[in-house]
């Protein structure tokens, strides 16, 4: 059984930093492009970010310079390094892996950017 788990969200100021991980289960990791989407209130899910089973890494514009996305597959896990945060940045972010044509998405977690 496939599972993803989101922590790291939180209430931060414009100009802060947060860092999101993503822990997975039911997967060989290593094997895996893990990626970062987001959705803010009233809008659609949005890609952020996303890396490769070799670490090729993939940004929208606009969270390019100011987001990392990197990955540990001694613990399963993706993080996201938020710096530099924007209002604009407020959504609730997830994490998601394609397996076997099938895509699988964690419970999300709230990131809240206040001016």
């Known amino acids: 059984q496939v599972q993803l788990v989101e922590s790291g969200g939180g209430l931060v100021q414009a100009g802060g930093s947060l860092r999101l991980s993503c822990t997975t289960s039911?997967?060989?990791?290593?094997?895996?492009?893990m990626g970062w989407y987001r959705q803010a209130p009233g809008k659609q899910r949005e890609w952020v970010a996303d890396?490769?089973?070799?670490?090729?890494?993939n940004y929208a514009d606009s969270v390019k310079g100011r987001f990392t996305i990197s990955r540990d597959n001694a613990k399963n896990t993706v993080y996201l390094q938020m710096n530099s945060l924007k209002p604009e940045d407020t959504a609730v972010y997830y994490c998601?892996?394609?397996?076997?044509?099938?895509?699988?998405w964690g419970q999300g977690t709230q990131v809240t950017v206040s001016s």
């Open positions: 998601n892996v394609n397996v076997r044509s099938y895509t699988y």
């Open positions: 039911g997967i060989i990791f290593t094997w895996y492009r």
């Open positions: 890396i490769s089973a070799g670490d090729y890494t």
